[in-house]
């Protein structure tokens, strides 16, 4: 702890830049190296053989503990921004890139090495190697399980790519920004092509509003109704509240009342609109003590402004801007192939929280042109690529399957027990 946070003071934070393949792998195979040559000569250097002991592994997992709680109560910023003060001096907003935080769980993945080889060659020095590997198998598969998702997690973050992507309609997109760097353009060996945008929306809602400032009523505790299947009713500050009809695909127009002069010869009229650009109007009446007010009352969108229903000098009914409840693209993903030429890999639907692999990238649903809303133009996409990710799997199986193997009664103490029985 001590010599990271003053290497953290002293150069900063670590640059895992520095550390992409094949820079990663080469440490890969050197710390595996040391781990097995400070095993081989732990008879010799009491620091090698301690760092085998229960004693060590105490130590280093609780000082683990101890900083992974301390990353999770602290909001983390990426390792590319710049964070000052004491704060950005110590890394605690930047875990992940700090000396102290690397140099521990270090630690920690040296005495699982340690423990892993000296565990092993116990059993394999016994009378009877097989039975004792057999025995300890929750254990070794526990802890090297652990060793490899760690080790694969931490050399693989230098090698993680986070790309965004914006597929315009009709035509393939090969460039790509990375997230922390977006003033930078990749080119990628894939093509997104978007062919149709989707966006499901959640029923309009009607609100109070003030003229003045336009705050939600009441302030801090906004209450809404839900207009549902083209008609709704309730409350609002004491108002009665009633859609009597609506339209769902609606423009707004204007209407002159001959009769009328002034101001309120205008009025806003709203009429079936089945074209880019049409808005959800509702026709709304309140009602409160002798008042009685009714009028169109729509969100509005690029094309349309706004309409609301004014109550008096101090607040209006307003129809607040729907909510995407579910948005998706159909796409097309081309490969390039050796000769720089591109062959369809696949043709998908992508929608939040359902991505698409595809030449172990995966392709998530980001965002989309929100002004336009369900007729946006572009689609945003998230490109992630972490060719380490599958050693992360494998040390997690393996932590499941040691556990597996305790429940169903492999455990040394048990089978201790059951020998101890035997010879009595």
């Given at each position: ?303 349309f402004p706004f309409s609301a229903l004014k109550l008096g000098d101090y607040a209006s009914i307003f129809m607040a801007e729907r909510e995407p409840k579910r948005y ?73 399957a040691g556990a597996l193997f305790m429940f169903l009664g492999f455990s040394s103490k048990r089978n201790d027990k059951q020998e101890r029985r035997t010879e009595s």
């Open positions: 702890m001590l010599t990271g946070l003053a290497l953290q003071c002293i150069v900063g934070k670590i640059s895992w830049s520095m550390m992409a393949s094949p820079v990663n792998a080469i440490v890969l195979a050197t710390f595996v190296a040391m781990v097995v040559l400070m095993h081989l000569l732990r008879k010799r250097v009491y620091a090698f053989q301690y760092l085998s002991t229960y004693h060590a592994a105490i130590a280093s997992l609780s000082w683990a503990v101890v900083l992974t709680i301390v990353m999770g109560l602290t909001r983390q910023a990426p390792s590319s921004a710049s964070i000052g003060g004491l704060m950005g001096v110590l890394g605690i907003e930047q875990m992940l890139s700090a000396w102290h935080f690397v140099l521990v769980y270090t630690w920690l993945t040296l005495v699982l090495g340690l423990t892993i080889l000296r565990v092993l060659s116990q059993c394999l020095s016994g009378a009877k190697p097989g039975k004792e590997l057999l025995r300890r198998t929750p254990f070794l598969l526990n802890h090297l399980g652990l060793f490899i998702a760690i080790t694969a997690a931490t050399l693989g973050n230098a090698d993680m790519q986070r790309l965004q992507l914006q597929a315009e309609l009709g035509q393939p997109e090969w460039r790509a920004t990375p997230s922390e760097h977006p003033d930078s353009v990749v080119e990628l060996p894939l093509a997104i092509q978007l062919h149709e945008f989707t966006l499901d929306e959640y029923p309009p809602k009607l609100m109070m509003i003030t003229n003045t400032s336009g705050k939600v009523l009441p302030v801090g505790n906004p209450q809404s109704i839900v207009i549902e299947d083209s008609v709704a009713s309730g409350e609002l500050l004491g108002w009665q509240v009633r859609v009597t009809r609506s339209i769902e695909e609606a423009a707004e127009t204007t209407v002159v009342d001959s009769l009328a002069t002034g101001a309120d010869s205008v009025k806003v009229d709203f009429v079936p609109f089945h074209s880019m650009g049409y808005v959800f109007a509702a026709w709304v009446e309140a009602d409160s003590a002798n008042v009685h007010r009714e009028g169109w009352v729509s969100c509005g969108n690029f094309m998706a693209s159909d796409v097309t993903v081309y490969v390039k192939d050796g000769d720089e030429s591109g062959h369809v890999a696949a043709r998908a639907v992508i929608e939040v929280n359902k991505p698409l692999e595809v030449e172990g990238w995966k392709i998530y649903q980001l965002s989309f042109n929100e002004r336009l809303g369900k007729w946006s133009e572009y689609s945003v996409f998230e490109l992630v690529r972490d060719p380490w990710l599958p050693g992360v799997y494998v040390g997690i199986f393996m932590m499941l």
